[in-house]
């Protein structure tokens, strides 16, 4: 499929290009986003080119990954944010958010939104966010932004050849009031 763009009340949510490699190489410096994430470390500019270039490019083409660069209406990147498909109807949803613009809930009301549209556009009807185990602020944008946290997997993500444990939650279409795709017959307590 080809990239949309989204917009909030203060974001612009598009694919990135050629003209944003330098700004994802430089938001990638930051330890946090190299601890928590699995980008590279060190994290050098043919990564930056290659994420722009050919990752991005190849998820949305093949409609496997929707990579949305997040953008203030002045053009300043405040952060990434994808959902890849891991199965029929299912997506994966992760993010990160630049160190100069965290804590203003960009990366919350970017996760809605997205996850609206792919409710919505892409006939997803579940979308799991993971964590590892520790990462309290990308916990905290996964709750504001409504997923409920499911629990904990062992030994689920595998973080530059290290396994760990990781929070898993999700969020579905009735929690925005919006309809699935396919009836969803939730287990009696």
């Not at 994808?82 to 630049?98: K, P």
């Not at 185990?133 to 409920?148: E, I, L, Y």
Request: with cysteine; aromatic share 8%; charged share 20%.
């Amino acid at each position: 499929m080809e990239p949309v763009t989204l917009t909030t009340d203060r974001l612009v949510l598009r694919t990135v290009g050629p003209q944003d490699i330098d700004a994802v190489y430089a938001a990638c410096q930051d330890p946090d986003i190299q601890r928590w994430t699995t980008v590279p470390s060190p994290y050098l500019p043919e990564h930056a080119r290659s994420f722009v270039e050919q990752m991005v490019t190849d998820g949305w083409a093949n409609d496997s990954m929707f990579t949305f660069g997040l953008f203030l209406p002045a053009g300043d990147l405040v952060g990434m944010l994808g959902v890849t498909m891991i199965s029929l109807g299912v997506g994966e949803i992760g993010f990160w958010g630049t160190k100069e613009h965290r804590g203003l809930g960009h990366i919350t009301e970017a996760a809605v939104a997205v996850a609206h549209w792919a409710f919505t556009e892409r006939a997803v009807d579940r979308l799991e966010w993971r964590a590892e185990v520790g990462n309290t602020a990308s916990r905290a944008v996964a709750q504001r932004a409504g997923f409920t946290v499911e629990g904990t997997l062992r030994s689920a993500i595998n973080n530059k050849g290290v396994r760990r444990d990781c929070w898993v939650g999700s969020l579905l279409p009735s929690d925005l009031a919006l309809p699935s795709t396919s009836p969803y017959l939730p287990a009696k307590a």
